[in-house]
């Protein structure tokens, strides 16, 4: 291995993505940072994406093709090829995304300068093709260490397809995907990273997030269930026996379940004022955030009833809601 310049191994899986897996691929074989190998797991695609990738083989050798003997899923098949990269660092790429061409370089730069930073994201571009016509999106996420790991113990604010970790810390502490997790299993991974290393996004786009009508977060109702039961885990984490407030389904049992859901929040604030283990400026946030999307997710089933109750909670003021929040609010009542 170069000490100088490290080998990175890019970790792609595929499924049936022949249409935008060539642009995807040149993202990643035509970075300004040339020490890498990209490591292509097809899952079992029924397209045309195995000729697509035999295609780029021929054009680059940094691909190396690793098929699955069978679909099992992007989280098993990340963790694949997590366990057979041989570089120094992981990186995570989507199929159907682009990178920007310094995105390697900007990312070794990094960690190769801030030893105890274990992961490093950064901003996203969504992006929609219409024709001629592209619509563009860019989401800023956070910096901070502190705010990143109260956030994601109840939600996302790190983009999968921008993300580099070090190796060496993956299989020290066995930080695998989840398997059992179809969906929101980068959510339940990162909240694990947190607790022995510090995570960041750096201050500049890593990612052009493609939308468009195969996208898993799509699929709301089943990544809803999947983003309730690592919030479960989380929980569980606090010694909350979260099992009790949720149906099999993962919906809210009643309004009192919602209440007790708001007091363990508070009781957790609490606990933290004397632990100090996050910043309780942002945890205060995070739970609050949290009371507000389980609101939002169930509020055809309780109504302005849960609404009644919802207001008269602490962590309610700590909402800020954006404008399309409270038009969907008023609709709705």
Partial sequence: MNLNNPLVSVIMPVFNGEKYLEEAINSIIEQTYK?????????????????????????????????????????????????????????????????PLY???????FLENNKDYGL???????????????????????????HIKANILFSNSIACSSVMLRKKLIHEHNLFFNESL?????????????KVSKLINLDML?????????NSIKKKDILNFYIVEVIKSSLNDFNIISDELFYHDNK??????????NKNLENILEENKTTKIY???????????????IYKKDLNIFGFKLYNEYKKMNLFKHIKLRTRDK???????
């Fill in 35 to 99: 020490n890498i190998e990209l490591i292509i797991l097809d899952d079992g695609s029924t397209d045309n994406s195995i000729n697509v990738i035999n295609k780029m083989k021929n054009k680059s050798t940094k691909i190396n093709y690793k098929p699955n003997e069978k679909n099992i899923g992007v989280s098993a098949t990340r963790n694949r090829g997590m366990k057979i990269a041989k570089g120094k660092y992981i990186a995570f790429m989507d199929a159907d995304d682009i990178s």
């Fill in 103 to 109: 995105r390697i370089e900007k990312q070794v730069e």
């Fill in 120 to 146: 490093a994201g950064g901003h996203y571009e969504s992006f929609t093709n219409y024709g001629f016509f592209t619509k563009r999106k860019l989401r800023k996420l956070s910096s901070s260490f502190e």
């Fill in 182 to 194: 179809r969906m929101a299993e980068d959510l339940d991974l990162w909240r694990r990273i947190s």
């Fill in 206 to 214: 890593l990612i052009h997030y493609r939308k468009h009508n195969n």
């Fill in 252 to 261: 809210f049992k009643s309004i009192d379940s919602f209440k007790e859901l």
């Fill in 279 to 293: 910043n309780q400026v942002e945890l205060e946030k995070s739970c609050a955030n949290l009371l507000f999307w």
């Fill in 327 to 333: 038009i969907n609010l008023i609709k709705y009542f």
